[in-house]
């Protein structure tokens, strides 16, 4: 297979852990003889150092080409006095939305030996591994009219969305529980807003062309109780722009670490932007220690849903797993015993597991 990938690593440990995801996709290429040729562009605080602006024009025209993009993470004090249109997150808003990315995938699977770090109990965060499908670009963050009235003293904000719009996100939520254990939980509000009951009449009508899938409607508020009391008995939820960004940062803290949390944000014909949870890590930045999981996890999602490569995406889940398993760990990540290693070293665990595999 041959696939043209652009790389964004953008600022502080997103340079580190770029680097790392593709050594890694370079052992898995080698491994299953396919071609992945790699561009590097600028975005965030070094394109506007090197540019003049957070997005310059020819990286969005390269990331327009490309069958896939990964971004390392954007920021840092450097520019945190910069005025708005200077300020590095408006390159990491503006390429989703020239994108056209209205899909956000994160997964959260709670790794053995990180558990114990966790600050929920064991066997209850034991065994969960879920995904989080969150509509990105409807909703109330987008929809209008969103203003003040009356000199201030009354405001509007608006819920809006268009069946298509719910029907895409659906689509795509189907689709990733197709690939995993066919549940599909769907969240909403549908007790109170008219915007869920259309959402739950779309997701019911979805579900004939899915009849493998096992779906289920659940309460936002109802779910957020569950994803901490009870979060094993997930495998996908699907939900709009603010209900997906409460529940994913309220489900991150299964993992136990930001350091290892991937994401991938999708459109229709399979190209996607793939990028780590976390940010810049300033504090840490050019020390070598970055963890580099979260990003060559995300890697792994892209190897799975933009190239449709199974097969490589689970081994390189596997090689994370292992790894770990065998106790080997950067600084960030709190184990009760095991090996502490650097962001190069831990890469290069990866990649030989990768490539020994049988
Ligand atoms: P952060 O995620 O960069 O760091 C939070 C804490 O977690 C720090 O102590 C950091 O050292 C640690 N950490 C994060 N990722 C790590 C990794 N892979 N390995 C080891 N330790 C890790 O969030 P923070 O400090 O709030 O923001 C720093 C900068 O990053 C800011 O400029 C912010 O705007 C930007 N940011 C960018 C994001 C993106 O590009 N998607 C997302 C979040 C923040
Ligand atoms: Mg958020």
Request: glycine share 8%; aromatic share 6%.
């Amino acid at each position: 297979m041959d696939k043209k990938i652009v790389l964004l690593p953008g600022d502080g440990i997103g340079q580190e852990v770029i680097h790392s995801a593709k050594e890694i996709l370079h052992a898995v290429a080698q491994e299953f003889k396919h071609t992945f040729t790699f561009e590097s562009h600028d975005i965030g605080g070094t394109a506007v150092d090197l540019h003049g602006t957070p997005l310059p024009d020819s990286t969005v025209e390269a990331c327009k080409k490309a069958d896939a993009v990964l971004l390392g993470a954007v920021g840092g004090p450097k520019w945190d006095l910069n005025p708005s249109h200077l300020r590095p997150e408006k390159g990491l808003l503006g390429i989703r939305k020239e994108l056209g990315l209205f899909a956000n995938l994160r997964p959260i699977k709670g790794f053995k030996k990180l558990l114990p770090s966790s600050p929920l109990k064991q066997e209850v965060i034991e065994g969960s591994d879920l995904l989080i499908v969150r509509e990105l670009t409807g909703g109330l963050y987008f929809g209008t009219p969103s203003e003040r009235r009356e000199n201030g003293n009354s405001v509007v904000d608006t819920l809006f969305y268009t069946r298509k719009e719910i029907e895409r996100i659906v689509d795509k939520a189907f689709q990733a529980a197709m690939k995993r254990k066919k549940q599909l939980t769907s969240v909403d509000k549908a007790n109170v807003l008219e915007s869920s009951k259309l959402w739950r009449e779309i997701v019911e009508e979805k579900k004939a062309a899915y009849p493998e899938v096992v779906v289920q409607h659940m309460l936002v508020d109802s779910t957020a109780m569950k994803l901490i009391t009870n979060p094993s008995q997930f495998d996908v939820i699907v939900t709009e722009n603010m209900f997906g960004d409460i529940l994913s940062d309220e489900a991150s803290v299964l993992t136990g670490s930001l350091g290892m949390l991937p994401s991938a944000s999708l459109r229709d014909d399979g190209v996607g932007l793939y990028e780590p949870v976390h940010g810049s890590a300033p504090d840490i930045a050019g020390q070598g220690i970055a963890n580099p999981l979260a990003m060559i996890l995300s890697a792994a999602l892209m190897l799975r849903y933009s190239f449709g490569l199974e097969e490589e995406a689970k081994l390189v889940e596997d090689a994370v797993q292992s790894i770990l398993d065998e106790g080997y760990h950067t600084p960030d990540l709190k184990m009760e015993s095991g090996v502490t290693v650097g962001t190069s070293e831990m890469t290069r665990l990866i990649a030989d597991y990768i490539q020994t595999r049988n």
